[in-house]
């Protein structure tokens, strides 16, 4: 069983930039792909961003490429996401989730979940 936990979500002024963490317990995250999804009020949950088991594949969505980094240190159970230039419109909670071998559009791909962090970001 894997267990994570999100932290580092803020209420941040537009152009501001938060580095968001996830954080795994109970088993380790060397055998996992691992996702970062936000879900907006109101609004089906999605996928911005997903890392490969080596760090050596990532992808992003269209709504974050170019102002968003994800990486991971399995060494210490740590997956990361850093946006930059937030705007309103990704105000959301934030989750990673992890995902056997490969990364995966399929929400259902995903076996363990965070709980989320709020990331609010307003004037």
């Known amino acids: 069983q894997l267990h994570l936990v999100e932290s580092g979500g803020d209420l941040v002024h537009p152009g501001g930039s938060l580095r968001l963490s996830c954080t795994a317990s109970e088993s380790t995250l060397h055998d996992y792909a691992i996702g970062w999804f936000r879900q907006a009020p109101g609004k089906e949950r999605e996928g911005i961003s997903c890392?490969?088991?080596?760090?050596?594949?990532?992808n992003y969505a269209d709504s974050v490429k170019g102002r968003s980094t994800i990486s991971r240190d399995n060494a210490n159970n740590t997956a990361f996401l850093e946006m930059t230039t937030l705007q309103p419109e990704d105000t959301a909670t934030y989750y990673c989730a992890a995902a056997l071998d490969v990364c995966s559009r399929y929400l259902e791909w995903y076996k363990f979940w965070g709980r989320g962090t709020q990331v609010t970001v307003s004037s």
């Open positions: 890392i490969s088991r080596t760090g050596t594949i990532s």
